[in-house]
């Protein structure tokens, strides 16, 4: 028996900012690598403002959630699943004591019918001047 092992990448989410997939199938199961709030084709981070040598001089958390959730869904949905099919995210917050009520308040919103499990854990720094990213994954039907 062969299991379905294939890369899967979306011409709608964000490049990503390495060597690797947007996701990546295995049987079943799709996995997404990282997924942040940039948009495609620029270096643009919805609600983050910086300085001339890039650093953050300040950030929108709440738009930064409603800009990741919907590339995590276009990743899904170029990927051949869905929203409602995902049943683990790891989310990965830069300042978990002054974003977390915000976000969790968004994320609410998001999966009110689809309640994934779910870890929300702090991180000193992401790879690009974000705040927030998750790592997610979900079932896929053939």
């Not at 379905?4 to 990546?24: C, M, T």
């Not at 690598?33 to 910086?50: A, D, N």
């Not at 830069?94 to 999966?111: C, G, H, L």
Request: hydrophobic letters at 35%.
């Amino acid at each position: 028996m062969s299991i379905q092992n294939s890369i899967h990448n979306s011409d709608q989410a964000p490049e990503p900012v390495g060597l690797y997939p947007h996701a990546r199938r295995a049987g079943g199961l799709l996995f997404l690598s990282g997924v942040g709030p940039r948009k495609r084709g620029s270096k643009e981070i919805p609600g983050v403002t910086l300085d001339k040598e890039g650093n953050i001089l300040s950030y929108d958390i709440e738009e930064q959630c409603h800009s990741v959730f919907n590339n995590v869904k276009l990743v899904l949905e170029s990927s051949g699943s869905n929203w409602d099919q995902l049943v683990d995210v790891t989310v990965f917050l830069t300042n978990m004591k002054q974003d977390f009520d915000k976000y969790n308040a968004i994320y609410a919103e998001y999966f009110k019918e689809n309640q994934p499990c779910r870890t929300t854990v702090e991180v000193n720094a992401l790879p690009t001047p974000i705040a927030i990213e998750l790592k997610c994954i979900a079932l896929v039907k053939d």
